[in-house]
């Protein structure tokens, strides 16, 4: 990912985080909200842009499983594999979801649009089985609801 207007995009990112007292974080964050992903070079303009050890960033970057250094779907599927999600049939949504989207965890679907991913808790277990589609939460799933929910994102 390279270019004059990237970078300068992300010199805007940076800089309305540079009052913060650790903003490596956010930029991230934002970073990959704009583009969906964290790209390697874009990794390494950071670490320069905040004199960071590139270790650093790429430590962040790699550490939290809601940042990506791999393209990721329009859609990022999480499914709570949880006690209490297990317990309630997290195992079946991921199931459902797999036959859904044609695709298995970890994957993204050919189109772009999907990316489907487990995680340790979502914490809204009074709704389990639950998954979070981008920022939404959806929980008391069942294979009709998830079609449903699919559906919306279609």
């Known amino acids: 990912m390279t270019g004059l207007a990237v970078y300068e995009e992300i010199d805007e990112i940076i800089g309305k985080h540079q009052e913060e007292k650790t903003p490596l974080l956010s930029i991230l964050q934002e970073i990959q909200e704009r583009w969906r992903y964290l790209p390697g070079d874009v990794l390494g303009y950071v670490s320069r842009k905040l004199d960071v050890p590139s270790s650093m960033v790429w430590g962040v970057a790699t550490f939290y499983s809601f940042l990506k250094t791999e393209p990721a779907g329009e859609y990022v599927i999480r499914v709570c594999?949880?006690?209490?999600?297990?317990?309630?049939?997290?195992?079946?949504?991921l199931k459902t979801l797999q036959k859904e989207l044609g695709?298995?965890?970890?994957?993204?679907?050919?189109?772009?649009?999907?990316?489907?991913?487990?995680?340790?808790?979502?914490?809204?277990?009074?709704?389990?089985?639950?998954?979070?589609?981008n920022d939404v939460t959806y929980g008391n799933l069942s294979e009709d609801r998830i079609r449903e929910i699919l559906a919306l994102y279609r």
């Open 81 to 93: 594999c949880n006690a209490p999600c297990h317990v309630n049939g997290s195992v079946d949504v």
């Open 103 to 133: 695709i298995k965890e970890g994957e993204t679907s050919r189109d772009g649009k999907f990316t489907l991913e487990t995680t340790s808790c979502l914490g809204v277990c009074g709704v389990a089985p639950a998954m979070m589609i």
